[in-house]
């Protein structure tokens, strides 16, 4: 299964007052929060863990179907870090998952998947320059006339293959004006 | 603290962050933060520490996990003030 998230960071530092007594406190473990303090940008730091258990959470809801705020039962472990790029793995229970983000001056995109391989299969799609109305107008325009999006009773997202009737999920993620969204592709299944 | 009441103060605490704002002016028990009112899920947190602060309680992780409506709100707050 698969999972991603995207933060614009000016939609994100106008919306959320980070320093707010109890707002990481409530949000991450005690870990995180130390990796944030020592961070030398704790803003990016912040919602990058923030997106690394965003991402996971839509895998474990794709399997569970149950909607829980527990941010603090999603476990980061960021195992490296360089210029514009982060990656590692996030702990839910006894499911380990696999990150890759991409940070910029304007956004952080994670991307998420229950194995390395799968995570390294799956297509990526983050699309920051465009202004569009809601999600599934935003989506169909980026898919092939083979691929229609929908979403089950659940609002769980799928990408329904016209010309083999296969289902495979997709992930999407919007914040401000920012749409991504990570899918597989048809051959490489889950 | 009757329903009336409680909805009443809640749609004050939830306003800055909701982005639905006709689901917010028809908020009732059974209105989802979420998928309602379209709260982001970083600011679903703000709600809970709003919700706090003006009745000075803690709210528990346990609790904070089934936190998503107003429905929900109303019984972890109810049962705070209870245990005061």
């Known amino acids: ?190 | 603290m009757d329903k009336e009441t409680f909805i009443e103060q809640l749609r004050e605490i939830v306003k800055p962050y909701a982005k639905n704002q006709e689901a917010l002016a028809g908020i009732n028990a059974n209105t989802d933060f979420i998928t309602d009112l379209k709260i982001n899920s970083a600011n679903l947190v703000d709600v809970v520490l709003d919700v706090e602060e003006k009745y000075d309680i803690v709210i528990q992780n346990e609790e904070m996990e089934r936190m998503l409506n107003v429905q929900a709100a109303m019984d972890i707050v109810e049962a705070k003030l209870k245990e005061k």
């Open chain 1, 1 to 190: 299964m698969i999972g991603n998230d995207i933060i614009a960071l000016q939609v994100a530092a106008q919306e959320s007052r980070i320093n707010r007594k109890g707002f990481l406190e409530k949000l991450f473990l005690p870990e995180e929060i130390q990796m944030i303090y020592h961070s030398p940008d704790p803003a990016t730091t912040t919602w990058l863990l923030w997106s690394c258990k965003e991402a996971v959470y839509k895998i474990i809801h794709r399997y569970t179907r149950e909607r829980r705020y527990a941010p603090q039962r999603f476990h980061c472990y960021l195992q490296q870090q360089e210029r514009g790029a982060a990656s590692g793995m996030v702990v839910y229970q006894q499911q380990t998952c696999y990150f890759q983000s991409t940070i910029t001056t304007d956004y952080i995109h994670t991307y998420a998947a229950v194995t390395p391989a799968l995570l390294k299969e799956m297509e990526v799609f983050a699309d920051t320059t465009q202004h569009y109305p809601s999600t599934p107008q935003r989506i169909q325009p980026l898919l092939s006339n083979n691929e229609l999006f929908y979403k089950d009773e659940a609002g769980i997202p799928y990408i329904l293959h016209r010309d083999t009737g296969e289902q495979l999920p997709v992930s999407v993620s919007h914040h401000g004006n920012y749409l991504a969204f990570v899918k597989l592709s048809p051959l490489e299944k889950v």
